[in-house]
Structures are given as structure tokens and as C-alpha cells.
């Protein structure tokens, strides 16, 4: 079990992004290595991370291919950093396996992911329209298959200088038994699955059919 007051666990933030998550930690103490496909992101992440004044090791690599083997007490994935957004389920199989091959033994690996349960009960385009508020971004959903739990979308929206632009999505829906085999398949002994709301995630939370994405914690 990890000791969350050891601040020399060595954290793994995949598809860190602009390092939000991986500067919050690491000026909690922690030692973070941020990892993104991006280069642009990453050198937002950088230079959020000097100005905030922490040491953050951000790399570019592919979280298909990571190089890390047994290095990482902790690796985390959240708001969808690089699961579950591949075209093919295959390529999201291999984001979990080189999250584990990265982990120690007794590692962990915390990531919220989309919740398969959600989109047979809700309209995923006016969640994350009504969710969006005032952000200048709109969600059109083209295509939800109930066959792949595939959402096919549309996302317009406009950047800090103005500019509109549009990206085709294909999302990945998960169900939680679906992720529980991922995981197990991958080495991890120890599943937990939760439901994720944003900016307090809780193991207290249930997941039910009205969350839209699911926290989960799994242990090798």
C-alpha cells in the first residue's frame, strides 16, 4: 500500500498536457515525470512549471510506447490525458499495459475514463454542452454506436487569440467490467471503480448511470 506522506514516490502523469496536474503535485512535494505526444503542450507545461517554481521532468513520448520499465510508484491518467481517446480499442489496451509495465510492484495507476453506462441514459452532447458553460467550445455528437461505444463528435472551439477551429473525436466509452478486464489482463490485482466528479473525486462515490466519466484506482 502506498504511503501517500512519502514524497519520494516517483509519479508518472500520462498525457500530462499543459502539466496542470503534475505541477499541482509536485508543488505538494512529490517527484512528477510528465509525459505528452504534444510538443506544444509541452512547452506550455515548462513554462507553467517554472513560473510556478517547481522541478518537473516533462518528456515527449507516446503512451502506446513508453520506455519505462518498473520505474514509477504511481502513474496517473486524468480528464482523459491519453485513455481512452485511440481510434482502436487495441491502442487503448496498450496505454494500460505500458502504464503497468511502468509501475513498480505494488505500483498504482489512477485515471477517470468515459462511462459506457452514461450514454444509454443521457444525451452525452448536452452534458458536455450544459458542462462547458461559457468556455466558447460545443460539442456536436454526429454518432454515438451502441455496437462500439464509440462517441463520433464534433468539437468546435475558440482559442486564447480568437480563432475557431473544429476536431472530428472518436471517443471510447468504457463499462466498468470492460475496464476490470483491461486491468486484470494487464497485472493489476487490485480494482476499484468510482464515480468521478470533478474537482472532488471521493472513494465515497458510487458510480451510477449518471456519471458521465468514472474514477478508477488499481493496484499491481
Not at 514516490?9 to 512529490?30: F, N, Q, V
Not at 466509452?173 to 478486464?181: F, G, H, N
Request: hydrophobic share 40%; glycine share 8%; charged share 25%.
Amino acid at each position: 500500500m502506498l504511503n501517500l506522506d512519502n514524497k519520494s514516490l516517483k509519479i508518472l502523469d500520462i498525457g500530462c498536457g499543459t502539466g496542470r496536474h503534475s505541477i499541482e503535485l509536485a508543488k505538494r512535494g512529490y517527484n512528477l515525470t510528465g509525459i505528452d505526444l504534444s510538443e506544444a503542450m509541452l512547452a506550455q507545461a515548462k513554462l507553467k512549471a517554472a513560473e510556478a517554481g517547481v522541478d518537473v521532468k516533462f518528456l515527449r513520448h507516446d503512451a502506446r510506447n513508453l520506455p519505462f520499465v518498473s520505474e514509477f510508484d504511481l502513474a496517473i491518467m486524468i480528464c482523459e490525458g491519453a485513455f481512452p481517446l485511440m481510434e482502436t480499442d487495441e491502442m487503448n489496451f496498450q496505454i494500460i499495459q505500458n502504464a503497468s509495465k511502468a509501475l513498480k510492484s505494488g505500483g498504482k495507476l489512477i485515471f477517470t475514463t468515459l462511462n459506457g453506462l452514461f450514454p444509454i441514459h443521457h444525451s452525452t452532447t448536452d452534458f458536455v454542452n450544459e458542462s462547458s458553460g461559457d468556455a466558447g467550445t460545443t460539442y456536436d455528437c454526429s454518432n454515438f454506436d451502441l455496437m462500439t461505444f464509440r462517441d463520433h463528435n464534433i468539437t468546435t472551439f475558440t482559442d486564447d487569440d480568437g480563432n475557431t477551429s473544429q476536431i472530428e473525436c472518436n471517443e471510447r466509452y468504457y463499462l466498468p467490467s470492460e475496464i476490470t478486464w483491461l486491468l486484470k489482463t494487464s497485472g493489476f490485482v487490485k480494482i476499484d471503480i468510482f464515480g468521478a466528479h470533478l474537482g472532488a473525486f471521493s472513494r465515497k462515490d458510487e458510480l451510477t448511470i449518471h456519471d458521465f466519466e468514472m474514477l478508477v484506482i488499481a493496484e499491481k
